[in-house]
Every structure is written in structure tokens, then in C-alpha cells.
């Protein structure tokens, strides 16, 4: 019976540790360790590189300086409008922004893609189809700055400098905020198109940056436009109601073109000159290329540029 019980025992110790020899869990360790990273993207989507990528395409020109910085390798990108870095500007185009062109993509032959979320999640069954991985990144508030700043330095293998780079931009944006009255502004954001005005959310770049601030935002907690989480739709009796101190107003179009129609429409409209900030004259017009795109790295920029117009014997 004894002898019966010794071989049960031996027999389990084979089936878990080799009785003796190498344990089962040991090649699963040595697969782990062959894994480059693990990561969470901004869909959820958990991500496993078995290797380091070193030929990487972005879908969003406001990726290129963040990974840059920590030393990606990048082989393709799209077209910007806007400053694009000179050592970017040779590098292979995979169309506008709004519109990969795939063919171009799959020709950078890449072995990983940087899709940026709410534009390009439609390229992800091809990226699948084809076996290439993709990390879905947001840079929009700051805080997905920095979140997607740790992602890309993960990806690049260089956590301590995304570290490093995060711990600069606190530092500096902490000395701006520092820097302006602790004095709750009751503003609005509007954002100027072809078709018409809107208003900017907490969720927007501007907005987000006005909290930093202690400002208070007419328009949170309206209810956003459907294809649009980071803006509601723009209403002139509502912004009368709110009466903001204080207007911010954003676009993609000619600055200048959009200051004259808004000087019109200001003109022609009592309504308009109701609100206090038209009457004290506070209505500040904030660049696109910080505060329509990502400023990324240029975050503490944009935080200047927005406390810089309505406190700038401060700066």
C-alpha cells in the first residue's frame, strides 16, 4: 500500500515539476523573455511585440516628434498641413491624414503602425489581415500626452527618456499655471468652420488646458455632438444665457478671414454685444496648429499661449 502511495506521489511530481527535472513552467518563462513588450492601447487592445519594431509608420503627423524623441524607428507618414519636422519631410507619405492610403502604407513594409484613434480605427482588420500589429494611440488633453508618450518610449525600448520628457513638460507647465491668479474665469470655447460654430468641451485640447487653470467652461456637461465627443452644438440665445468673460475661438481656416466674418457677425448681431466678453472686448483667437492638433511635446507651448493672452504682463 505504501509502496502504491510513493509511486501516486511520484507520478504527480512528474506531471508538475519533472520529479525532479525541469519544471513545466520554465519554457513559458522562456517565451516570456523573448517578448519585446506588452501593451495596452487606447482601445483596450492588449498588444504583444516579440520583438523590437524597427520599421514604424504613423497615421498622425502629431506622432512623429513624440516617437522621435524617444528613438522609434519611423518609415512612413502622412501629409500635414502644418510645421512638419525637417527630418520627417523626406520620409515616404502614406497619404492625408483622413484618408490612408493603404497601398502606400503596406509598401513601407512596416512591423508596427500608429493609428491614431477616432480618425483610422478603419484600417485595423487590414493591418490584421496582413499580420501587422497596431497600437491605437489618442494625444488630445495632456494627460493622453503622457499616457501615449509611455507607450511610444515602450515600443522604442527608451522608457527613461519618455520619463524624462514627462517629468520636463510637468515641470514647466506647472511653473505657467504658478504664474496665473487663482481666479475662476467663466469662458467659452468656439470653434469656427465652413458650416458653422460649435462649442469646445472639457475633452478638447482647449478646454482641457482651461482646466489646468481652474476655469470654468460654459459649456461642460452639454450634451456633445454625435460624431463629435469634444464639442456640443453651438446655440446663440444659450451662449447669451451663459455669458462668458471671456471667448476663446478656434479654427482650421484663414485666421484673418475668420476674424473679419467674426467682426461681422458681432457687428450686425445684439446679441452678440450683450455678452460680457464682446462688450469688454476678450474675445482670443488660439492657433490651430496647438490647439486643433496635438501639440504633444509642445504641450507647455500651448498652456503659455492661452494663460499668455488673458494674463500677459505675466509672461
Partial sequence: ????????ICAAGI????CGGEKVSEPVEVSQEKVFATIEDDLGRKIVLEKKPARVVVTSASFLEPLHAVGGEIVGRPDSKNKMPDWAKNLPSVGAVYQIDVERLLSCAPDLVIVNKGMNEKLLPVLEENKI??????????DDVKRGLKMLATI???VESGEKIISDMDAKIKSI???VP???LRIAILHSTAQGLSVQLDGSIAGSIAKMFGWENVASGMTPLEKNPDAAPYSMETLAEQNPEIIFITSMGDIDEIKA??????????????????????LYYLPQDLFLLSPGLRYPD????????????NF
Avoid at 261 to 282: F, L, P
Avoid at 304 to 309: F, G, I, P
Fill in 302 to 313: 500651448a498652456v503659455q499661449q492661452m494663460a499668455q493672452l488673458i494674463y500677459p504682463e
Fill in 15 to 18: 506531471l508538475f515539476s519533472g
Fill in 177 to 179: 499655471v504658478d504664474k
Fill in 261 to 282: 466674418n467674426m467682426a461681422k457677425s458681432i457687428e450686425t448681431n445684439e446679441a452678440w454685444q450683450a455678452i460680457g466678453a464682446v462688450k469688454n472686448n476678450r
Fill in 133 to 142: 500589429p497596431a497600437v491605437v494611440v489618442e494625444m488630445k488633453t495632456y
Fill in 156 to 158: 522604442s525600448g527608451d
Fill in 182 to 184: 487663482k481666479k475662476n
Fill in 1 to 8: 500500500m505504501i509502496k502504491k502511495i510513493l509511486v501516486g
